[in-house]
T-cell receptor, first 121, second 115 residues
Framework: GAVVSQHPSRVICKSGTSVKIECRSLDFQATTMFWYRQFPKKSLMLMATSNEGSKATYEQGVEKDKFLINHASLTLSTLTVTSAHPEDSSFYIC?????????????????FGPGTRLTVL | AQKITQTQPGMFVQEKEAVTLDCTYDTSDQSYGLFWYKQPSSGEMIFLIYQGSYDEQNATEGRYSLNFQKARKSANLVISASQLGDSAMYFCAMRERIYGQNFVFGPGTRLSVLP
């Protein structure tokens, strides 16, 4: 099946620094990628939809100046947490949509990365 | 209003027995998809099974089956012959046609399989 990678898998940073998380689709071109945030023992909350070559669409309540998203190519989207604070500590998961997938298994046309655990001290 | 409801925050099942994880949803769209994902402690989201709103038959994938009752807006996951490796968080999710490709996830159910 299709593979989505995330880097880094785990990052610890000091308060006030910026952290960049990469999401890559390894064997398909993803016109759309999604960024989710998951707090401990909670569900995934969609933060933004990233479209290649255009501005990301942010969900209500998500600060676009805080969480910068860049989808510069069909295989890479980045999420930058700017001036990170301890409350930004969370598990961030991306997913990528393969526009050519579907058919017998349309359910897995959106492939999830393994996640990035961010801890801000 | 919550679009996906999973009323069981935690479930226990004995190894080799079957277990049903509940999921109800709310949508006014006629075309939608329902998904179940498994999230082990490692954090990765593993796709399990999909049911389309127009599918007349309940979806099955190996030991997983989806009990789809459209009129009741429920899409319960049935895991047969539970294994210790099934212990994980399970999320029900919905994708509505009118909202494109993004998913809405339920709060999840933590399943613990007992030896």
């Amino acid at each position: 099946g299709a593979v989505v990678s995330q880097h880094p898998s785990r990052v610890i940073c000091k308060s006030g620094t910026s952290v960049k998380i990469e999401c890559r689709s390894l064997d398909f071109q993803a016109t759309t990628m999604f960024w989710y945030r998951q707090f401990p023992k909670k569900s995934l909350m969609l933060m933004a939809t990233s479209n290649e070559g255009s501005k990301a669409t942010y969900e209500q309540g998500v600060e676009k100046d805080k969480f910068l998203i860049n989808h510069a190519s069909l295989t890479l989207s980045t999420l930058t947490v700017t001036s990170a604070h301890p409350e930004d500590s969370s598990f961030y998961i991306c997913s990528a949509r393969d526009p050519h997938s579907g058919g017998a298994r349309p359910g897995d046309t959106q492939y999830f990365g393994p996640g990035t655990r961010l801890t801000v001290l | 209003a919550q679009k996906i409801t999973q009323t069981q925050p935690g479930m226990f099942v004995q190894e080799k027995e079957a277990v049903t994880l509940d999921c109800t949803y709310d949508t006014s769209d006629q075309s939608y998809g329902l998904f179940w994902y498994k999230q082990p402690s490692s954090g990765e989201m593993i796709f399990l099974i999909y049911q389309g709103s127009y599918d007349e038959q309940n979806a099955t994938e190996g030991r997983y089956s989806l009990n789809f009752q459209k009129a009741r807006k429920s899409a319960n996951l049935v895991i047969s012959a539970s294994q210790l490796g099934d212990s994980a968080m399970y999320f029900c999710a919905m994708r509505e046609r009118i909202y494109g490709q993004n998913f809405v996830f339920g709060p999840g159910t933590r399943l613990s399989v007992l030896p």
